[in-house]
């Protein structure tokens, strides 16, 4: 076994460093190892569990909190495609874990040894963690985990980032965040001068969106595969509904979507962990995607599965509302737009 921060790695071949392989194999294995740890049975209905922080360490043993820690801090690198490839199985188990914000403050910290100490190796073991948001006029809307972070790191307006270390620097009012039932999002209010800053570059923020991206195409990718299933079993007037022309050419103008909108969160993960000046556009590109198409194709598989996918039981619901929140999180569809149409030189784009 591997050994990540004292942390016991599932990944007997993960390579770390620069030229480390980005074998999809891999990635495969991590999924794997990730999915059976979650006890994530793919053709149940999902289960929501917000006391994700008792299971954390068990699931931080496997590795995917050093993913994209700096190999002098104990992680395995930058190693994007691994993070996106635990994404996907988190967003696919509806877990509540912020693995996006998290991830992307550990990648920050373990840049500045200054601002790593202790946090870093708890972030590591699963037994601390940290929230990420944006801060804007000493409030960060929407974080994800902020409720129970043990600190945060905030991107302030000039674009710097800040470490918040001290829980009674700041308040966190999950009052309005409701809607995504599988998270636990909070409106965060941070005092004056708190934190600390983290000199890091901006691969943080382009990690972080590209994850909730992942999130959301591991859960489209699972109701889709279900709501499959569920055409070839499904009888009207003694013939599976998946023999109908129509719900065939539906499905599989959605695998197409679903296909699209995974390469190009592959792509960007291959771009942003190797360090490509195009990393940001490919970013903005699967957001878009992503932001724009997931919300839509989770709604169809609803009127698909008819009546039983509008139950609690069939789960589908929380998916889409997932997906809305990854979307939110990340920035919001129209926002996604904008930044990749000034990447593009889209001037008059308004």
């Given at each position: ?99 996006a914000?998290?991830t ?41 985990g ?14 710097g980032?800040?470490?918040v ?38 691969s ?90 997931a ?56």
């Amino acid at each position: 076994m591997a050994r990540a921060g004292g942390v016991d790695v599932a990944l007997s071949t993960l390579g770390t460093g620069e030229g480390a392989s980005h074998d999809a194999d891999e990635v495969q294995e991590l999924r794997e190892a990730l999915r059976r740890a979650l006890g994530n049975d793919r053709t149940a209905a999902p289960q929501i569990d917000t006391d994700w922080r008792s299971g954390w360490p068990a699931i931080a043993g496997l590795g995917v909190t050093a993913l994209c820690v700096a190999e002098g801090a104990g992680g395995f690198g930058f190693r994007v495609d691994a993070a996106v490839g635990a994404a996907m199985e988190l967003g696919a188990a509806l877990h509540a874990a912020p693995f996006a914000g998290m991830t992307a403050s550990a990648h920050a910290i373990s840049q500045d040894s200054d601002a790593a100490g202790e946090l870093l190796s708890l972030l590591l073991t699963g037994d601390q963690s940290c929230a990420y948001g944006q801060l804007r006029a000493g409030v960060a809307r929407l974080v994800d985990g902020a409720a129970e972070a043990d600190a945060l790191v905030l991107a302030d307006e000039a674009g710097g980032l800040i470490l918040v270390r001290d829980r009674s620097d700041w308040d966190a009012d999950p009052a309005h965040h409701s809607f995504d039932v599988s998270r636990r999002c909070a409106d965060v209010r941070v005092k004056a001068g708190a934190g600390d800053p983290v000199h890091a570059d901006a691969s943080p923020a382009l990690l972080h969106r590209l994850l909730l991206s992942a999130d959301a195409v591991g859960g489209v990718q699972l109701m889709l595969d279900r709501t499959v299933d569920y055409a070839k079993q499904r009888q009207a007037f003694s013939k599976s509904i998946g023999g109908l022309q129509v719900v065939q050419h539906r499905l599989v103008e959605h695998a197409v979507r679903t296909r699209g909108m995974a390469l190009l969160v592959n792509e960007a993960a291959r771009q942003l962990g190797t360090g490509s000046p195009d990393a940001g556009r490919l970013v903005a590109m699967a957001e878009v995607s992503v932001s724009s198409g997931a919300s839509r194709i989770l709604h169809d598989l609803l009127q698909l599965t008819g009546a039983i996918g509008f139950t609690w039981e069939y789960g589908l619901h929380y998916f889409q509302r997932r997906a809305h929140s990854s979307a939110r999180l990340a920035a919001n569809p129209k926002a996604a737009i904008r930044a990749l149409a000034g990447l593009e030189g889209w001037t008059d784009a308004g």
